[in-house]
Structures are given as C-alpha cells and as structure tokens.
C-alpha cells in the first residue's frame, strides 16, 4: 500500500490550469524528486498535499497509521489536521518563525503532541516541567542532527541563510511525520553546502523511517539522490520514471533547455 | 531544575508581597495620600484591562479595537450582580468576567475569517454595538443615564482603610493577571499562540489549530477585559456607556503599543505611566488632549516599538545575575519572550 | 409615502457619507491606512464655512465662496498632515500609523476645543431660511437639495479626475501596485499627498453639507459621520471608489429607514450591525476584491 496517492488532482487559479490530472503514487521509504521549469506548478502540488489550497477535482489518499490498510482521503482537511496526520512540509520562500528563537521554532512544531493543557500551564503542575523538559530535549535532539544545536537561542532571522533552510526542515521533522515534502530545500546553497545536505537528507529519511518527496530546481542533485522522478510542466506531468530516464527524454529536455539542450549532469 | 523553579516563584510571590505592604502601608499612613492611592489603583485596573488586550493584539497578532465592548459586559453584569441580585463581590467580577467572555466566543467565532484592518474594524463595530445595547437595554443597565451607586469593595468607618482594601482588591487581580498572562506565554499552548502572530501559515502547517487558538486567546481576553470593567465599576461607583466608547478602547490600544506589543512588563509599566501622565496633563486643563495627541503622534514616529518592544523585564533574570555575581546590569532585559524558562 | 420620505431623507445623508467616504477609501487604496482623522477634516471643512457665511450671511455666493476655500484649506491640511505625520511611518507596523493617525484626530478635536474662535461649545451653523418644497405627498428642502446636488457634482468629479486624467491614472496605478508604479517613473509622494488633498477636500464639502442639515457645528462633530463613513467604505469595498459612493448611500438609507421605522436610539448601532454583518459575510465589500496570499 502506497504512502500517499493523488489521483487526479487539478487546482484552477481563476482562469488558469496551475495543475491538471496530476497523479502519484509514493510507496514506503521512497525518495521521489518532483521537477520542473519555475511556475510549472510543483509547490501548487505541495499546497494541494498539505491541506492549503483544496483541489478543484481529483482526491488525495494518505496512509495514516502503522496498519498498511488505514488509508483515508485528506481532500478538506485543514493543513494542521494534515500535519498531525503526519505529512510535514518546508518552504521554498522560507517560512520560519522568524523574530522568535531557533529553539521555539522547533518547540512550535513539536506543539501539538505536548501533554498538558493550558490550566496546567497556568498553574505551573508537574506536568508542565515535565513535558517541557522533554519537549526542549527533544528540540535540541534534532536540532543537534543538523549541527545547529549550539544556536538554539539565537532569533531565526539571524541565521545564515543555509542554516535557516536547515531549520525549516528540522521544524517539519519536530512534527513526527510520515512523509516529508521539501520544497526547494538547497536553494541558494552553494554546491558543497548542497551535498552536505543531500546526504543529510538521505540520512534522515533512513533514521526517521521516512518518505520523502522533494521538489527541486537543481538537475544534478535530484538526478543524486532521487530513486524516482516526476517531471512537471504547465501542470502536467510531461515524464516520469528513474533519473537515467529522465535525462534521456526528449521532452523533459525540451521543457528544461529548450530545443536541443543536453543535460551536464 | 527543581530549585530553580522554587527560587521563581518564590521571588515573584515575595517580590509581589513586598510591593504590596510597601504600597498598602504607604497609603494607610499617608505618604501615599489618597489622590495617588486612587491613582495607583486605577493603574491597576489598566494593567488587567490593557495585558487582556496585549494577549489577543502583542501576543496573538489580531489587531482589535473593541476592547473596552468587553470591560463594559463585565462592568454592567458585575453591579448588576451585585445590586440587583445581591451577589458577593468576588463572585460577582467573576460572573463579569465569565459573560465577557461569553461575548469574547460570539465575537470570535465571525472574526476568525477575518485578518489585520478588517479585523479592527470588525471588533471595533462590535465595542460600538455593545455600547448601543447598553443604552437601549434601558430597564437592566440604566440606559445613557447609567447605573448609580454601586457598592464600594468595603464600608468601614475609615475612609484610609477603604481606599487600602479598594487597592488590596485591584492589585491581587492584577497579578493574578500577569501571572495568568505570564505563564500561559511562557508555554506550549503559549508559543502555539505567537505561532499566528509570526506566521499563520506557517502555524498551521505545524500543526498548530489555528482557529482553536484564536478563539481561545478571545475568550481569555474577553475574559481579563470583564473582571477588569467589573472591579472599574466597582472603583467609579457609577456606570455609563459613554466610559466604554471608541475613545476608552484607543486608550488601552494605546497604552498596549506604548509598552511594547507582546511585552508584559511594558504593560505594567504603561499602564502605571499612562494613567499618571494623563492626570499631570489636567494641570494643562484643555490642552490637556491637544498634547496627548500631539504625544502620541511623536512616540510613534520616533519611539515606534513602545517602552520595550517585544522584551520583558524581569527581576528574577535580574536577581539571578546578581546573586551569581555577574555584573552586568544593562542586560537584565532578557533577551527575548520565553528564554527565562527551561534553563 | 412615509417610506418614500425616508429613503429621499436618507439619500440626502448617505450622499454626505459618501462623499467622507471616498477620502478613506482613496487614502486607504494606496497607502492601507485607515485614516481615523478624516473625520475631524470635515469638522474644519464645515468651520471654514461657518466662518464665511457667518461673517458675508448666506448666498449663492458665499455659499460657492465656502466651498472653494474650505476645500482649498482642507486639501492643503490633508497635505501637511500626510508629510508630517503619516510619511514617516510608511514603513512602520500598520498599528504604529493607526495609533498616530488617532492621535492626529485627538490634535485637531482638541486642538479646536482651545483655539479661542472655536470653542467647545456648540455654535448655530448659517443656513437659508428653511424652505420645503412638497412633490407628490414628499417633503424636500432646499438643503436636502443642495446636498444631494453638490455631492453628485463632486462625484462626477471625482470620477472624471480618477478615470480620464493623467494623475488619476497615475493614482489608480499606486493604488494596484505601488512598487510597480513607483519603477514606471511614477512620483509616490506626490500622488500619495494629491490622494490625501482630494479626500480631504471632498471631506471639507461634506463637512459644509452636514453642517447645513443639521445645522451646528462642534470640534468633536466629525467624530461620528466619520466613524460612519468609514463603515460606508468598508461596506462598499474598502479600496473601491464606486464602493464608497454606493457603501454611503446605503448606510444613509437604512440608517434614516432605522430611525422612521424603529428607533432613533437604534439608527447608530445600525451602521455597526451592518458592518460586521458584511464583513462577516463578504469581508471585503460589496465592490470589494478577494485577494488570496500566494504560499
Ligand atoms: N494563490 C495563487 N493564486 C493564483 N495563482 C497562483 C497561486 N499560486 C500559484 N499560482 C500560479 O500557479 C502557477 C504555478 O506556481 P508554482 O506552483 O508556485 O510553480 P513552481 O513551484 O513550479 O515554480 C504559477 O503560474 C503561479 O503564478
Ligand atoms: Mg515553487
């Protein structure tokens, strides 16, 4: 049983197609790449995943628990219902919390699994250290995994621009997912910050037990670390199939270079 | 850990405690007379009412307009409790404070949709509405003439003595109020909380309930504002829904940003400075307004944050530094919400 | 017939809204202030004409001679305020301009509560001897006509300047996109400053107008037909002119309704139940655009 299938789902902006019939298919443990030119519509997929824009047609099934079977649609679900489910997602234009400390960033995310109330908060119960010890442990924990642990109390928008990008995903792994979506996560790395983080990447998919779908806009890399690539263009999925496929077909390097471009990577 | 917390708390029950018999025994021989005593306590009063509102618009990020809609539920239904009903006192503000928040949900639930300006407005329309039910609900609050002679907090023989226990009542609420405020910011369910100020968004994506949270941070607030309007009533006597208009809700919105949106302790402090200023401008008698207006307008061009931004004072930071004998006053400002905790 | 009545007293009044209306709307189309001194310019816009006509009586003349110097005046205050108060917070936190914009209107309330030749005290406006014309069963009086008149004139006006001029397209340009315009060549400052003239200056005219129905004049009188207004704009479609034409128009009609069918003491939470109504409902306007944030 797949971790997550969309079938069919199409989204209209107003009068614009930002994605039509798209399909996937995402089993357990995969490292899928979803690719494409700037405004094909691959975000516009992760926003339909996630809950923040609904669909105009098409359905979205997520494989929410341990039992392979427990699949449900999560077409209307708010994005918060989505994440407590257990799909986690980063930014391209980053999103961190940003006046607010490393720590808290992550502390946020781990939010929705603390187990004590807003009363016990109030009357400081055993309850509230507990957890808080445990929750800034575990912040800490994954934070440390990207070797930012030591930045814990600086304010986010400090941060070089790398290590926010590192944030935003220790920030969704903090919500315990099944399934991780990155969108465009070595953006504005340089090449060795971005193979550092591929390997990282690789790293936590296998720690975490977790699937991941990554969008990106540099070839070699996914062309590195997918198993899997989706190629989109105006919305449609032109191509998919196993990185030495993709760099052979025709249409994808039409799409990526124009008439008789050749991939370099 | 565990000392640590014990040394918290109990720096903030003694600090409390001893500002208190300072101030009370200040005002019972005299030093403090019974001008600033009154003054004092009217300060008090703001710091509930202005922090119920620091906690929707500082800490949550929604801007309202309205707050002093939710101070005149609690006002009205408290005297009403108490003279028509005969109600205790502290039940009575309780009772306030519980059908302001009541009016905190029915508000909050339409303004969800709602972000930034249109959202002032919206609660804004509402502080005027409630202001119009006030004055047309005639046979239960006394219409535009109001309600008059509401029973003070105590009748003894000693006028020192009852403006002492008129103080005794505001301060215990007001920081039950900061610790209320405090504490919950300081938390989880605190950070879920400015987790929509930064970024909703971003919020819900980590899966915070962003409605859940909104209309949680309304009912407290609305809940504040209403013991703040019922122990108002009680301190004036008298009620009328012109104390509760457009004008008295800019107030508090502007005691809020002048102490820094999201700071408690700047609330504290703006609340006490706000209510001093304004009576040492009545010496200007009718320029009194034209400089407050003139201020106001000058502290946000060139003091834009407020007192303290989004920071806090914080004595036991303080202590702690001092204990440890680490000398370096000028950063008792900690550096930002919620670094104090967890150490 | 008394429904009739109605809706004519209510047109009357809803043009005055509307035309205070149009000054939020403009101002807040470009620089999303909402700005809460608007009101307090109608109130100098109609002190500008008790000076006039009290001091020269009241003519067709001094009638035009009022509107052109109180316009003239408020434009020119508009000015003033929007470069010393408002510009320095262009970039500020959106309460920081909402705080300085009350503190504006404070300034100028207070500010006429102590100029000598103001006063707190409300003063009896100069207006022709009442005369009512019957049509029909249907009172209207020369006021009322005069009122709905003039509005009608500036509204032409004003659509004419934002649709078929240089500056207006210019105006409508900032309002959609002002970092674009601003890299067409376009001079921010100057339109922002001609945005906050012409709605100051068609507050000033409706200042005059509200003044000859009621007919006083007070510092603190702009307080609530500004409110109101506002509330117009915000119904119509904050942002949206033709909006705030039709916003104040209807918030007059069902406020004048309110108060010949229900209660006088319930006419003023009406325009308020309308809004959250509305913004409940369709948050941004009847005119109003939905804007959707990209993520
Ligand atoms: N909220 C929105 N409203 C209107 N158009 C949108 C919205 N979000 C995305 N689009 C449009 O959808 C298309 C796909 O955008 P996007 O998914 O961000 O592309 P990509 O991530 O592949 O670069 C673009 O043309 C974009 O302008
Ligand atoms: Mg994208």
């Known amino acids: 049983m797949a971790v997550l299938e969309a079938q069919n789902i199409s989204i209209v902006f107003g009068g614009l197609k930002a994605v039509t019939n798209f399909d996937l298919k995402l089993e357990k443990g995969e490292l899928v790449g979803l690719i494409g030119p700037n405004g094909a519509g691959k975000t516009t997929v992760f926003n339909m995943l996630t809950g923040v824009y609904n669909p105009t047609s098409g359905d979205i099934l997520f494989n929410y628990s341990s039992d392979d079977n427990a699949s449900k649609s999560i077409v209307g679900l708010k994005p918060y219902q989505i994440t407590q489910l257990g799909i986690a997602r980063t930014f391209q234009n980053i999103r961190l919390f940003k006046d607010l400390t490393v720590l808290d960033n992550v502390r946020i995310a781990l939010h929705f699994n603390v187990k004590y109330n807003a009363l016990q908060a109030v009357f400081r119960t055993s309850a509230f250290y507990r957890e808080e010890g445990r929750v800034a442990g575990k912040a800490k924990e994954l934070l440390e995994i990207f070797h930012i642990g030591e930045k814990q109390n600086e304010l986010a928008k400090n941060l070089p621009y790398g290590e926010q990008r590192k944030l935003e995903i220790v920030r969704a792994l903090a919500t315990n997912p099944k399934l991780l979506l990155l969108d465009e996560p070595a953006a504005g790395m340089n090449p060795q910050e971005t193979q550092d983080l591929m390997k990282l990447i690789k790293f936590i998919k296998d720690q975490f037990n977790l699937t991941i779908l990554l969008i990106e806009h540099d070839m070699s890399l996914v062309m590195g670390i997918c198993e899997r690539i989706v190629v989109l263009d105006y919305g449609q999925t032109i191509a998919a199939g196993t990185p030495a496929e993709i760099r052979k077909d025709p249409k994808v390097i039409k799409a990526y270079l124009g008439e008789g471009g050749e991939f370099d990577a | 850990m565990k000392k640590n917390r014990i040394f918290n708390a109990v720096v903030i029950l003694g600090a409390s405690v001893v500002v208190f018999v300072i101030l009370a025994a200040l005002q019972y021989i005299g030093v403090i007379d019974e001008y600033n005593g009154q003054l004092l306590t009217l300060s008090g009063i703001y710091i509930v009412v202005a922090l119920s509102l620091n906690l929707i618009t500082g800490f949550t990020g929604q801007l309202a307009l309205g707050q002093a809609g939710f101070m005149s539920v609690g006002a009205y239904t408290t005297a009403i409790a108490i003279m028509k009903f005969h109600v205790p006192m502290l039940l009575a503000i309780l009772i306030g404070g519980l059908v302001a928040a009541v009016f905190g949900i029915i508000i909050g639930f339409p303004t969800l949709r709602l972000r930034g300006d249109y959202l002032a407005i919206a609660t804004l329309g509402f502080g005027e509405i409630i202001r119009v039910l006030m004055i047309n609900l005639g046979s239960l609050t006394g219409g535009a003439a109001g309600l008059k002679g509401i029973p003070a907090f105590s009748e003894t023989e000693n006028f020192v003595l009852d403006a002492v226990i008129k ?16 504490n919950l910011i300081n938390s989880s369910p605190g950070r879920a909380i400015i987790s929509i100020r930064e970024d909703e ?37 008298y009620l009328n829904p012109t104390m509760f208009g457009f004008m008295p809700s800019m107030n508090i919105v502007v005691i809020v940003v002048l102490g820094g949106l999201g700071s408690i302790t700047g609330t504290v402090v703006a609340s006490v400075a706000f209510t001093y200023i304004q009576e040492w401008l009545r010496v200007f008698k009718d320029l009194r307004l034209v400089i407050f207006g003139l201020a106001l307008i000058l502290v946000m061009i060139f003091w834009p944050k407020g007192l303290l931004g989004n920071k806090e004072l914080s004595i036991s930071g303080f202590l702690r530094k001092l204990f440890k004998r680490e000398n370096n006053p000028e950063r008792t400002v900690s550096q930002q919400n919620g670094s104090r905790e967890g150490k | 017939m008394e429904f009739v009545q109605q809706v004519l007293n209510g047109l009357s009044l809803g043009s005055v809204y509307a035309l205070i209306a149009l000054g939020y709307t403009m101002v807040y189309g470009i620089v999303k202030l909402i700005n809460f001194a608007h009101g307090d310019i109608l109130m100098i816009g109609a002190f500008g004409g008790f000076f006039i006509m009290g ?104 659509n004419y300047i934002i649709n078929y001029t ?37 507050g000033a005219a409706a200042g005059i107008l509200f003044a000859s129905s009621y ?23 904050i942002g949206s002119i033709p909006g705030a034409m039709l916003g104040g128009f209807l918030l007059g009609i069902a406020e004048t309704l309110t108060k010949g069918f229900i209660s006088s003491k319930l006419a003023d939470g009406v325009a308020f139940g309308i809004l959250i109504i509305i913004l409940v409902v369709k948050p941004t306007g009847i005119l109003g655009k939905n804007e959707r944030e990209k993520v």
């Not at chain 2, 103080?167 to 405090?182: D, K, L, R």
């Not at chain 3, 006429?112 to 069963?137: A, D, E, S």
């Not at chain 3, 603190?220 to 479609?237: D, E, I, S, T």
């Open chain 2, 167 to 182: 103080f005794s009542w505001v301060y215990v609420f007001a920081v039950i109020t900061i610790v209320i405020i405090s």
């Open chain 2, 201 to 237: 968004i971003a919020a819900n994506s980590m899966g915070i309930n962003i409605a859940y949270y909104k209309i949680f941070s309304f009912t407290l607030s609305a809940f504040l504002a209403g013991v703040g309007g019922g122990l108002y009533g009680i301190y004036m006597g």
């Open chain 3, 55 to 158: 001091a020269f009586g009241v003519s067709p003349t001094t009638i035009l001679i009022s509107f052109i110097v109180s316009m003239g005046v408020c434009a020119i205050i508009g000015i003033i305020i929007e470069k010393t108060c408002y510009a320095p917070l262009r970039n500020a936190p959106r309460i920081n301009a909402l705080i300085t914009a009350i503190g504006v209107s404070y300034l100028l309330e207070n500010g006429g509560r102590v100029l000598p030749f103001m006063g707190p005290n409300p003063k009896q406006f100069p207006t022709f001897k009442i005369q009512n014309y019957n049509f029909l069963g249907i009172n209207i009086s020369q006021t009322q006509i005069m009122t709905i008149a003039i509005s009608i004139l500036l509204m032409a006006l004003l």
């Open chain 3, 215 to 237: 007919p006083q004049v007070e510092p603190y009188m702009g307080f609530m037909p500004g409110l109101k207004a506002f509330v117009a704009a915000v119904l119509g479609g």
């Open chain 3, 166 to 202: 240089k500056i207006g397209k210019a105006m409508r340009a900032t309002s959609f996109d002002m970092n674009a315009a601003c890299l067409m060549g376009i001079n921010i400052n100057r339109i922002i400053s001609f945005t906050f003239a012409l709605g100051a200056a068609l």
